[in-house]
């Protein structure tokens, strides 16, 4: 997570942690893709008071890569058979309709 309002429930997240990872992100020179769609990527699935939710998952890149490749959308999509969201990278074509590539073979790498 780079932010506190990035987690809903639960405990506290260390701001330590937080500002590490986002010094990483600056000295590569990377940036955060943005998105449409919910705000958390992950939940535990649990019920009341138990039930946690953050924004684990995003894309980053280059700012060579976003002025490469700089129409894109991001979206955060529905649980499939995980606790986190599938997360779209699409390409949008010069007159802004939507062009992907659907293999059907949804992957998820446990990193």
Request: aromatic share 14%; net charge positive.
């Amino acid at each position: 997570m780079l932010f506190a309002n990035e987690k809903q429930g639960g405990s506290d997240k260390r701001i330590s942690g937080m500002l590490a990872f986002r010094n990483v992100i600056d000295d590569c020179g990377l940036i955060d893709l943005g998105f449409s769609g919910p705000v958390f990527t992950w939940s535990n699935k649990r019920k009341g008071t138990g039930h946690v939710q953050e924004r684990l998952d995003r894309f980053i890149a280059t700012h060579s890569w976003v002025n490469l490749f700089g129409n894109f959308k991001v979206k955060h999509r529905g649980f499939m058979f995980s606790d986190h969201r599938h997360i779209l990278l699409s390409r949008v074509d010069r007159n802004y309709s939507f062009v992907t590539q659907n293999s059907g073979n949804f992957k998820f790498e446990s990193c």
